[in-house]
């Protein structure tokens, strides 16, 4: 009795495992570039700001094979400065802010030489966060904890755009 209902049990979990496998399911964060971008080069990308630090490590953890010189490389994927913005929401019944709204957007196009082959656009988030007006510190932590999050969400949308790309 208990080996059939393991064996059932394992059944399932590899008819569940088959199911989401063969529906394209793959974990947040991966994204298989076309091999036609490779070698791919960063331009404007200022290594020593968050978001340059959180698209670098999502392009080489996605296997992207980076070109050390433009000239070296098929394509170029010029990104610009991040513009974050912060406003109050709502208001408590002390009169002092509640919710606040954090936007945060990045300018970006795909180069082949001199042409412009994707974009140029803008990618935006926002998010919305409680505040505690008594805890000052607690309030700047959980937004610099999402402005990180942000980034790295930043960084993935732009590796999903490049990854429908067809040259």
Not at 68 to 89: I, K
Not at 116 to 123: C, F, M
């Amino acid at each position: 009795m208990r080996h059939a209902r393991s064996l059932w049990t394992l059944c399932a979990l590899l008819v569940a495992t088959l199911a989401v496998g063969g529906c394209g399911f793959a974990l947040r964060g991966s994204a298989a570039l076309p091999a036609e971008l490779q070698p791919l080069a960063l331009l404007n990308v200022d290594n020593g700001t968050p978001l340059g630090q959180e698209l670098l490590r999502a392009l080489v953890s996605n296997g992207v094979e980076l070109a050390t010189q433009a000239s070296g490389a098929s394509y170029q994927l010029e990104v610009g400065n991040e513009a974050a913005a912060e406003r109050a929401l709502s208001v408590n019944a002390n009169a002092r802010a509640g919710e606040y709204e954090l936007t945060m957007s990045v300018p970006w196009q795909l180069r082949r030489g001199a042409d412009v082959v994707l974009g140029p656009e803008t990618l935006s988030l926002g998010k919305v966060y409680l505040a505690d007006p008594d805890n000052a510190i607690a309030k700047n932590e959980e937004a610099e904890l999402i402005r990180a999050e942000m980034r790295r969400e930043l960084a993935l949308q732009l590796l999903r755009r490049l990854q429908v790309f067809v040259p």
